[in-house]
């Protein structure tokens, strides 16, 4: 008879990689300071963030929050549902709804709660979620305990959604749940085409775009905007640890349907409430948002110079426009080095790996800043150039 936490004792993957000094992971960032970090003591050029719009260290961001921690506290102590709701969240939530052209928001405690809270308690045991194989753990998770039936259909692939939508015999609600940008590959949703077939078959659509609001649409309100087909899409979840340099989620729908979500979420009711400092900071970024959108213009002009320059090297990158670019290695010890020389060579960036990608598929993920500078991309690729050659990559 095995004991439970066998798993535990045999769980070594990790251990070895600490043991040949190639673990990549819980790097301990001893200072932030937006498109550089202090890692070890030495100043590196981060491109393993999702700080898309580089607000996190904006001093009116910082302030705002320190505003607030003074007039609230520390934390709520409390849920929103009890005595976990102030000011400064029904504000936020007021101006989320005006941002995103919706009739109503809900703030939850993190972004990954926000996708459990919404989906959990719209579907039920007889409907039935139509998801992209792609989507992000959260959205796979909030499936599982929803009861909901779901299905899973190919990456980006809308002739397969077509079939198992004209093959499904659900008797009760239909929802196409989607990533906007994905976030391993940046790759960007085929929103029109899901339009399209959510008229044809009569079904909600429900966006998870913390990878694009902020990013992509004139006015930075994410890929169904981009699109030109925000009236479309449903339900638009975002967060607020990417361009709106804070902690959370929220969502955006109409007034009946926040409504609901609202009395009926666990995940909401059962879970403390954003501090103040950070709904004060999201309130701040999207002031900033609105008053610049050259933040936006430029973030996806860096994304350009960075793409194009890992293809004049020789990397492998798919294409596209997001800030998130993958860059493929195709071996998993290959990765961990790769990224360890990045690290020495003064960049930091992430490795992708198996089940987050196939085995033969795993990459270093890079992603960027609206404030890195030209000086900061140029030195990256220098990095890049270097070390492709010694990995003979390129």
């Known amino acids: ?41 030495k ?5 393993g963030s999702n700080n898309y719009l580089g607000l996190s260290t904006d001093p009116r961001v910082k302030e705002a929050a320190l505003q607030a921690l003074k007039t609230f506290g520390s934390t709520c102590s409390g849920s929103r549902y009890l005595n976990g709701t102030l000011t400064l969240h029904v504000e936020l939530e007021e101006k989320l709804a005006e941002f995103m052209n919706k ?10 709660q926000t ?28 499936c599982r305990i929803s009861f909901a039936t779901t299905k899973k259909f190919r990456h980006n692939d809308m ?48 966006v998870d775009d913390a990878h694009g609001v902020g990013v992509l649409g004139k006015h930075g309100r994410g890929t169904a905007e981009h699109f030109g087909v925000e009236d479309d899409v449903d339900l638009i979840m975002g967060t ?4 709106f340099a804070s902690l959370g989620g929220f969502i955006v729908s109409e007034s009946d349907v926040v409504h609901y979500v609202k009395h009926h979420s666990r995940a909401l009711i059962f879970s403390a409430s954003i501090p103040p400092a950070n709904a004060a900071a999201v309130i701040a970024t999207l002031e900033i948002i609105e008053k610049e959108p050259e933040r936006h213009e430029k973030l996806l002009a860096n994304a350009s110079k960075m793409r194009n320059g890992f293809r004049e090297l020789g990397f492998r990158v798919p ?58 991309l140029d030195r990256v690729l220098e990095v890049f150039a270097k070390l492709g050659k010694e990995f003979s990559l390129t």
């Open 159 to 206: 002739e397969h959604l077509d079939e198992i939508l004209a093959n499904d015999e659900t008797r009760g609600g239909r929802m196409i749940v989607t990533d906007g940008i994905f976030s391993m590959s940046g790759d960007i949703s085929n929103l029109p085409e899901i339009v399209r077939l959510k008229k044809k078959y009569d079904t909600k659509l429900m």
């Open 1 to 41: 008879m095995s004991s439970l936490f066998d798993k535990c004792y045999n769980y070594d993957r990790a251990k070895l990689a600490i043991q040949r000094g190639v673990y990549p992971y819980f790097h301990v960032i001893e200072e932030n300071h937006g498109p550089e970090v202090i890692i070890g003591g």
């Open 115 to 142: 996708n459990q809270g919404s989906i959990a308690p719209l579907m039920g045991k007889d409907d039935t979620i139509f998801c992209d194989r792609e989507n992000h753990a959260s959205i796979f998770d909030a």
């Open 240 to 243: 607020f640890s990417k361009s």
């Open 103 to 112: 009739e109503a928001a809900l703030v939850f405690s993190t972004g990954f």
């Open 319 to 376: 294409d596209g426009i997001t800030p998130v670019i993958p860059v493929f290695i195709g071996e998993l010890e290959t990765t961990f080095v790769f990224c360890k020389a990045l690290l020495e060579n003064g960049v930091f960036a992430t490795p992708i790996i198996p089940p987050a990608v196939t085995e033969d598929q795993t990459l270093v993920r890079t992603s960027y800043m609206a404030t890195h500078t030209d000086e900061q």
């Open 43 to 47: 100043r590196v050029i981060m491109t």
